[in-house]
């Protein structure tokens, strides 16, 4: 069974850093393109970030550039997302997902998801 499952989430003030980690177990994450998706409430999931199988890091949303940074363990079979000088903007609930093509910031284009975790950056 395929399975991904982020951690590292929390409740930081702004400037804060974060390292979200997600970590895969079923199949080998370096034949995956990983991306980083988040949501906030009462918005459509969107992407951020994502990793190809050759390690090869793209940022979609442009609030992002310079501040997130994804990176991947094939040892450890993980992909982290490290998340700088954090804004109360970047609240929500950020995902993991997988997939066997190249990167998109598409999510529907996606197969596989974890369950989400939150960060919550706030004074």
């Known amino acids: 069974q395929l399975t991904l499952v982020e951690s590292g989430g929390g409740l930081v003030q702004p400037g804060g850093t974060l390292r979200l980690s997600c970590t895969a177990s079923g199949f080998p994450l370096d034949e995956y393109g990983i991306g980083w998706f988040r949501q906030a409430p009462g918005m459509e999931r969107e992407g951020v970030s994502c990793?190809?199988?050759?390690?090869?890091?793209?940022n979609y949303v442009e609030s992002v550039e310079g501040r997130f940074t994804s990176s991947r363990d094939n040892a450890k079979n993980t992909i982290y997302l490290q998340v700088n000088s954090l804004k109360p903007e970047d609240t929500g609930v950020y995902y993991c997902a997988a997939r066997l093509l190249g990167c998109t910031g598409t999510a529907k284009f996606w197969h596989y998801w974890g369950q989400g975790t939150q960060v919550t950056v706030s004074s």
């Open positions: 990793i190809s199988r050759s390690g090869d890091a793209i």
